[in-house]
Every structure is written in structure tokens, then in C-alpha cells.
């Protein structure tokens, strides 16, 4: 078993910083090791302070990966806990983007539009529940486009697409 053999078999184990010790210099051999997941090639005759310096560099590098990994955790659970929200809130919710199509909408808003999600997401707002205020110029998601941090709230009847009309506060 060689270097790269012995790094692999560690790796598959443990989550750890290698870093290689080798007196090869042959492009092929240093290309062996790039596939591995490896903090750095230390050529033997380099001596102790390149040795040291590349071991920090190491043990730096891999803190920070550590450091990346709990953050994307961390905020994979904040929005898993946020999803958990919006989708058993007893309120019908919409996120509606820029271009007037349907980001995302909760079990609540299904049931009130008489469509299944995957028949609501993608389309336009205007055709899967539509208002007075759809389509003209009191239309809220202008509103929120001309002004942002504008509070808005309009008592609404909105029209299902079976025809079927619902009081709503938008």
C-alpha cells in the first residue's frame, strides 16, 4: 500500500487534514494526491520550517472547513425550522416573486385555492387566485415593487380558478 492508498483507507474513516510527505516530484505522482482530498505536498528534502508552516496551513484550512460545515448546518436548520412554520401555519401564505409567479405557498394556502401545490407553483398569481386588484395599478406585488418597506394590507375577494370566491386579507 502507498501513500495515496493509505490516505484514502484514513479518509474514508475520519474527516481529518493529510498532508503529504514525499520525495517525489514526477507530475504523475503529485497528480495521485490532488484527487485525494489532501491540505498539502511537502517535498522531504524541504526542510522542517516548510514542513511546520504547511502543517499550520493545514490545521487552518480545515478548522475553517469545520467552521463552514456548522454554519450551512446551522442555517439548514434555521430554514428547515422556518419551512415548518410557514408550511402548519393555520393562515393561507404565498411568497409571490418580482415577476408575479408563485415561489412557495403552505398546505393552508392549497386548501383555500382548491389546487395542488405542485398545479400552483410556477404560475402566475393573477391566474391561480384572482382580485379586483389583480392586474391594475392597486395591485399589491406593484406596490411592494415601487416600495419595498411600504406595509400594505387590502381587504381582498379573490376568485379561485373553479370560480369560487374567498374573502381575503392580502
Given at each position: 500500500?502507498?501513500?495515496?492508498?493509505?490516505?484514502?483507507?484514513?479518509?474514508?474513516?475520519?474527516?481529518?487534514?493529510?498532508?503529504?510527505?514525499?520525495?517525489?516530484?514526477?507530475?504523475?505522482?503529485?497528480?495521485?494526491?490532488?484527487?485525494?482530498?489532501?491540505?498539502?505536498?511537502?517535498?522531504?528534502?524541504?526542510?522542517?520550517?516548510?514542513?511546520?508552516?504547511?502543517?499550520?496551513?493545514?490545521?487552518?484550512?480545515?478548522?475553517?472547513?469545520?467552521?463552514?460545515?456548522?454554519?450551512?448546518?446551522?442555517?439548514?436548520?434555521?430554514?428547515?425550522?422556518?419551512?415548518?412554520?410557514?408550511?402548519?401555519?393555520?393562515?393561507?401564505?404565498?411568497?409571490?416573486?418580482?415577476?408575479?409567479?408563485i415561489k412557495k405557498v403552505n398546505d393552508t394556502y392549497c386548501k383555500m385555492v382548491g389546487?395542488?401545490?405542485?398545479?400552483?407553483?410556477?404560475?402566475?398569481?393573477?391566474?391561480?387566485?384572482?382580485?379586483?386588484?389583480?392586474?391594475?395599478?392597486?395591485?399589491?406585488?406593484?406596490?411592494?415593487?415601487?416600495?419595498?418597506?411600504?406595509?400594505?394590507?387590502?381587504?381582498?375577494?379573490?376568485t379561485r380558478p373553479d370560480g369560487k370566491e374567498i374573502p381575503t386579507i392580502k
Amino acid at each position: 500500500i502507498d501513500g495515496t492508498q493509505a490516505a484514502q483507507e484514513i479518509l474514508k474513516a475520519n474527516d481529518i487534514p493529510v498532508v503529504f510527505l514525499s520525495s517525489h516530484t514526477e507530475p504523475e505522482i503529485v497528480e495521485k494526491t490532488e484527487k485525494i482530498s489532501s491540505y498539502g505536498y511537502v517535498v522531504k528534502n524541504s526542510g522542517i520550517v516548510v514542513l511546520d508552516a504547511s502543517i499550520k496551513m493545514a490545521l487552518k484550512l480545515f478548522s475553517e472547513k469545520v467552521k463552514n460545515l456548522q454554519s450551512e448546518l446551522r442555517a439548514l436548520e434555521g430554514e428547515r425550522e422556518l419551512d415548518s412554520i410557514f408550511n402548519t401555519a393555520a393562515d393561507a401564505m404565498c411568497v409571490i416573486g418580482t415577476d408575479f409567479r408563485i415561489k412557495k405557498v403552505n398546505d393552508t394556502y392549497c386548501k383555500m385555492v382548491g389546487l395542488p401545490r405542485e398545479n400552483i407553483i410556477g404560475e402566475k398569481c393573477h391566474t391561480v387566485f384572482k382580485g379586483a386588484h389583480c392586474e391594475t395599478q392597486n395591485c399589491p406585488i406593484r406596490a411592494f415593487q415601487s416600495d419595498p418597506d411600504r406595509r400594505l394590507e387590502i381587504e381582498a375577494v379573490m376568485t379561485r380558478p373553479d370560480g369560487k370566491e374567498i374573502p381575503t386579507i392580502k
